[in-house]
């Protein structure tokens, strides 16, 4: 069985008239990462809420279809249950932090003392994902002093101290600057490496093709394609849908750089250079 | 982005009490004012208040706190040296407007029972983590919810404000003028309610979202990672305030 299967998922956010999420099927295997991509209003975030439950039970609303993580019905068990199986990380790291605790390292312990662990358990866990996500030398620091990198690495890490099996991870670096974004971006190659099931929207599309094993294309709700990073952003018609390719896929459409007998074009810059070289 | 809370970190006694105790003591020192009503007292427990804020080391960090208060004082002392209804003894005159020496006898007692309600509530606020008196509230029994909501309160004076810092630093970028003069200030002062309180708004509710993402709802029994802390003459305290309150009662009735 699929870590998340999602079938014929409909929704429509209250008091309007328009499907946000529009029949959408698909499934995500256990130490896959997913990339979801679209332009804004496509429905990415709302798919994220949805797979975390956040839709139906915190945005009500008109809601069809199954969505299944770790074989429970989304729709069936409260947000308390589904966070013990996935983890929401999105865009504003300023408001991730709970507020509630002084210091990172309580910050991190906010969600464990909700689960009711032990403490020994708690610190166990709190001291491995601090040093994970490097952010263990501002562990006594308040989360509010810290800069956007690395309030988005400790809201990674409470989230990840709550061991779920999915990471969601919804345009993590969109506010961050170009330091802040690369320091999560190093944390996400750990996470993909370490076997970890990801599903990753960005707006970076050299990252999504670094990063995703596949690809998700939305627009306007639907599910437009679901392929390899390769075959989507080989697609002639992604402008038509806000997007352009990554820079390297662009530079090896210019100059004819493709996968020996198909119509592909490299999507990272190790493979542009190993294609360029053999050519 | 400063802390988000108004609490000030000092090594005072009074930053050592337990939060439940200092949580009493503005219970109490309100209750007093109403159960012996006389300025003479009133302003006795406002003394000791500002004397708290002295020991705690945070005495000027009340003064902005007292100062907001002042719009309400200068309501007051107006309202009720114009209009009290036993206005008869003509005390001073500004002009056509005449102060009364009974409306402002009441607004005296008003203005210090507003002075010790602020003075009590900053004594709590600045000297103790949020926290940690919203975990003490909850391992009393109180629901983890209504203590979220209190720390919610706690904390939307420092949201706003820094939510305030970051449009008026967008806003100056663009060229508004926000500094000089008063009325350029009120001026650049109105353009930033709207998106204050809409970005405040925002924030609430996308750490809503943060913190039912963190099990908040959970069902079963929460932990708590820090072990029971042991306050300094808890119990001394305690009963020491409620001592007062019953020795108020008894001379307020036999007096």
Not at chain 1, 175 to 199: A, H, N, R, Y
Not at chain 1, 248 to 272: H, N, R, S, W
Not at chain 2, 2 to 19: A, F
Not at chain 2, 181 to 205: D, H, Q, W, Y
């Amino acid at each position: 069985m699929s870590t998340i299967e999602v079938e014929n998922l409909k929704y429509r956010y209250p008091d309007t008239t328009k499907l946000v999420l529009n029949d959408l099927n698909f499934s995500v295997e256990k130490g896959e990462c997913l990339g979801i991509i679209g332009e804004n209003t496509a429905g990415k975030s709302t798919l994220c809420y949805a797979l975390a439950g956040l839709v139906p039970h915190f945005y009500k609303g008109a809601y069809g279809g199954k969505v299944t993580v770790n074989g429970l019905v989304v729709r069936d068990h409260e947000i308390a249950t589904i966070v013990e199986n996935i983890g929401l990380v999105f865009e504003n790291p300023f408001s991730q932090m709970t507020g509630a605790k002084q210091t990172v390292y309580e910050e991190v312990a906010f969600g464990l003392e909700n689960m009711g662990l032990v403490r020994q358990e708690m610190h166990t866990r709190i001291e491995k994902y601090l040093k994970l996500l490097a952010v263990y030398s501002v562990k006594d620091k308040n989360p509010f002093d810290l800069s956007g990198g690395q309030m988005q690495r400790v809201a990674i890490a409470s989230v990840l101290a709550m061991e779920p099996e999915v990471l969601i991870l919804d345009e993590p670096t969109s506010q961050l600057d170009p330091q802040g974004s690369q320091e999560v971006f190093e944390v996400i190659e750990e996470l993909t490496k370490g076997g970890m099931t990801i599903i990753l929207v960005e707006h970076k599309m050299d990252k999504i093709a670094q990063y995703a094993d596949r690809v998700l294309l939305l627009h306007e709700g639907r599910q437009v394609d679901l392929d390899t990073p390769e075959n989507i952003f080989s697609r002639g018609d992604l402008t038509d849908f806000g997007l352009t390719p990554p820079v390297v896929t662009t530079i090896a459409k210019a100059l004819g750089i493709q996968y020996p007998g198909t119509k592909l074009y490299p999507v990272t810059i190790e493979e542009f250079k190993r294609l360029g070289e053999d050519k | 982005m400063g802390s988000m809370t108004l609490y000030v970190e000092k090594n005072s006694l009074i930053h050592h009490l337990d939060p439940l105790v200092k949580l009493l003591y503005v219970a109490a020192s309100i209750a007093l004012t109403y159960i012996l009503p006389e300025p003479l007292f009133i302003a006795g427990v406002l003394f000791i208040t500002f004397l708290l804020l002295v020991v705690g080391k945070v005495f000027r960090n009340s003064l902005p706190i007292v100062a907001l208060s002042m719009v309400l004082i200068f309501s007051l002392v107006i309202v009720q040296g114009f209009f009290h209804p036993d206005n008869a003894t003509e005390l001073f005159a500004i002009g056509p407007v005449v102060f009364y020496e009974e409306g402002l006898t009441v607004a005296l007692g008003l203005v210090l029972r507003v002075l010790v309600m602020v003075g009590a509530f900053s004594v709590l606020i600045l000297t103790t983590r949020p926290d940690e008196m919203v975990e003490r509230l909850i391992k009393k029994g109180m629901s983890p919810k209504i203590g979220h909501v209190i720390l919610s309160v706690l904390q939307l004076i420092p949201q706003m404000r820094a939510t305030m810092g970051k449009i008026t630093d967008a806003q100056r970028s663009r060229g508004m003028e926000t500094e000089g003069k008063l009325l350029v200030r009120i001026k650049a002062f109105f353009p930033l309610i709207g998106p204050v309180v809409l970005n405040s708004l925002n924030e609430t509710k996308e750490r809503s979202i943060a913190l039912e993402m963190r099990g908040f709802d959970a069902p079963g029994k929460k932990t708590f990672l820090n072990e029971e802390k042991i306050y300094p003459y808890n119990k001394q305290f305690a009963g020491m305030l409620v001592i007062i309150i019953l020795l108020a009662i008894v001379w307020r009735v036999i007096g």
